[in-house]
T-cell receptor, first 112, second 110 residues
Framework: NAGVTQTPKFQVLKTGQSMTLQCAQD?????MYWYRQDPGMGLRLIYY???????DKGEVPNGYNVSRLNKREFSLRLESAAPSQTSVYFC???????????FGDGTRLSIL | GQQVMQIPQYQHVQEGEDFTTYCNSS?????IQWYKQRPGGHPVFLIQLVKSGEVKKQKRLTFQFGEAKKNSSLHITATQTTDVGTYFC??????????FGTGTRLKVLA
């Protein structure tokens, strides 16, 4: 049972490049989330999807877009990467709104 | 907007000593969750508290939810090296969004 799978695990980009982070879960969860984690900043919510077909902004959505492709998959896109987006990105999924979140292993993204 | 603060930011303890981290929200919470993140790893769910004044225990870990549902604490008795990591609280804001605290990084010295 894989849980939440994120790809890639590591990525280095140049400023201005674009890329998509992929996330898939096999727990039949309705809700999915994207967070970024910076040193000393905890986890900050970028976007979330309460159910298939819906997405909403979190605390720090600027510079990102998301797609809830189906119930299993939730992708995060950086259209024009900036050094300030260097971070560790975690995808998570959960059941109903008050259920635990299950996290993927993260994507370590560096933007030069 | 809603804020969730955690103190202390860092804590170094000798193995066998106790450890406590505190979580404070600017607003009343529906529930609060606690997560542990090992160095280089991802957050792992520990427990959820829902009721005012609730206390839950998991072996050496004791979790409390304040009477006003605006604060919470995690206490570890007799720390072990396996307790090393960052402990996060996450407050539920009522619209599918959890607001995570800044975390407390625990280092246990053998």
């Amino acid at each position: 049972n894989a849980g939440v799978t994120q790809t890639p695990k590591f990525q280095v980009l140049k400023t201005g490049q674009s890329m998509t982070l992929q996330c898939a879960q096999d727990m039949n969860h309705n809700s999915m989330y994207w967070y970024r984690q910076d040193p000393g900043m905890g986890l900050r919510l970028i976007y979330y999807s309460a159910s298939e077909g819906t997405t909403d902004k979190g605390e720090v959505p600027n510079g990102y877009n998301v797609s809830r492709l189906n119930k299993r998959e939730f992708s995060l896109r950086l259209e024009s990467a900036a050094p300030s987006q260097t971070s560790v990105y975690f995808c998570a999924s959960g059941g109903y709104s008050n259920q635990p979140q299950h996290f993927g292993d993260g994507t370590r993204l560096s933007i030069l | 907007g809603q804020q969730v603060m955690q103190i202390p930011q860092y804590q170094h303890v000798q193995e066998g000593e106790d450890f406590t981290t505190y979580c404070n929200s600017s607003t009343t919470l529906s529930n609060i969750q606690w997560y542990k993140q090992r160095p280089g790893g991802h957050p792992v769910f520990l427990i959820q508290l829902v009721k005012s004044g609730e206390v839950k225990k998991q072996k050496r870990l004791t979790f409390q939810f304040g009477e006003a549902k605006k604060n919470s604490s995690l206490h570890i008795t007799a720390t072990q090296t396996t307790d090393v990591g960052t402990y996060f609280c996450a407050g539920f804001s009522g619209t599918y969004k959890y607001i995570f605290g800044t975390g407390t990084r625990l280092k246990v010295l053998a």
